[in-house]
């Protein structure tokens, strides 16, 4: 009898979610480099620069003015979002994922674009390795974590019952206080690379455990 479920999140805590964005720099940089006289490599490099300095928010209106190409800019984020990550699991992800399956339920509920969302979960070849998904691009922005929703959803797919569910994420600002509040164990996942591993909240949104390698879950 199953009598406990592991319930993860996506990025950075099962994979590098930087990797995600530079592949899909490559990919806008492609396409740029086949409408204008640009090398790849450049456009990868500038793409990846102000991205680094400045943050996602404007980078392809910041490197197309910079290069003084005329392009449609939505088309280039439509490109982004919809292309084939080359991107892969972390290895201790892949080693925990593989042991836990045996005797546990595993569940995973990602925040993000939908579509985003899903292609890195079928590069990454998770749909089959999991018993319940949750992308919560697919509920609305409005059900994105900390809502109940999602961690709901997944209980109540797997039949469990909370206590009988560890949440494993790395972003303090809303992975772990709605799992804690409905009575789930929680891990913080701190990496040597993400956008939350330096970051400390008020104990409420903290974890009820750090870990600095998912193998620490098998690992007693």
Same mark, same amino acid.
């Given at each position: ?31 740029? %480099? ?36 005329? /392009?449609? &800019? ?12 080359? &991107? ?11 042991? /836990? ?7 995973? &509920? ?47 797919? /797997?039949?469990? %019952? ?59």
């Amino acid at each position: 009898m199953i009598e406990k479920v592991y319930i993860f999140d996506l990025d950075d805590t099962l994979f590098e979610e930087h990797s995600y964005v530079r592949s899909g720099f490559f990919a806008v940089a492609s396409e740029i %480099s086949k409408q204008h006289p640009v090398s790849e490599e450049k456009i990868y490099d500038l793409l990846v620069e102000t991205w680094l300095k400045l943050g996602r928010g404007r980078v392809f209106n910041i490197v197309c003015a910079k290069l003084k190409i005329d /392009l449609d &800019i939505q088309k280039l984020v439509y490109l982004y979002r919809n292309h084939k990550p080359q &991107i892969k699991l972390y290895e201790d992800a892949e080693t925990v994922i593989t042991q /836990l399956s045996r005797n546990y339920k595993l569940g995973l &509920i990602t925040d993000g674009n939908s579509q985003m969302q899903w292609s890195k979960i079928k590069a990454l070849n998770l749909e089959e390795r999991f018993d319940c998904i949750v992308v919560t691009g697919d509920l609305g922005r409005d059900f994105w974590k900390p809502h109940e929703l999602p961690y709901k959803k997944v209980v109540e797919s /797997l039949n469990m %019952s909370y206590d009988q569910c560890v949440y494993i994420g790395d972003n303090p600002n809303k992975d772990f206080i709605t799992a804690s509040k409905l009575g789930m164990g929680t891990v913080r996942i701190i990496r040597d690379v993400g956008d939350h591993m330096k970051l400390t909240l008020s104990k409420e949104y903290e974890a009820d455990r750090n870990i600095y390698s998912l193998l620490e879950l098998i690992d007693k």
